[in-house]
């Protein structure tokens, strides 16, 4: 059992009805979910660990010294 504001058990039923729930603990999960992801470090996310893999696939690209890496990107 938990303890939640008047307006916090209003969203609660907004969001079982919206996505057809059962009941308020599946609306809490799913608002937990949701919010959790945007909570996430991206290093922790899945899609990131994937993205990680591919760049780390990619071919190198030497650009020697930081004089050489300042010419090539127009950082004089």
Sequence with gaps: MINISK???QILNIVKAKYDLKDKSEAIERVV???G???L???LRPEYI???KKIMKEK???IGS???FRKRYGLD
């Design 7 to 9: 307006e916090a058990n």
């Design 33 to 35: 979910m949701e919010y």
């Design 37 to 39: 992801e945007d909570l």
């Design 41 to 43: 470090e991206p290093q």
């Design 50 to 52: 994937e993205k990680a």
């Design 60 to 62: 190198v690209v030497k």
């Design 66 to 68: 930081l004089e050489n």
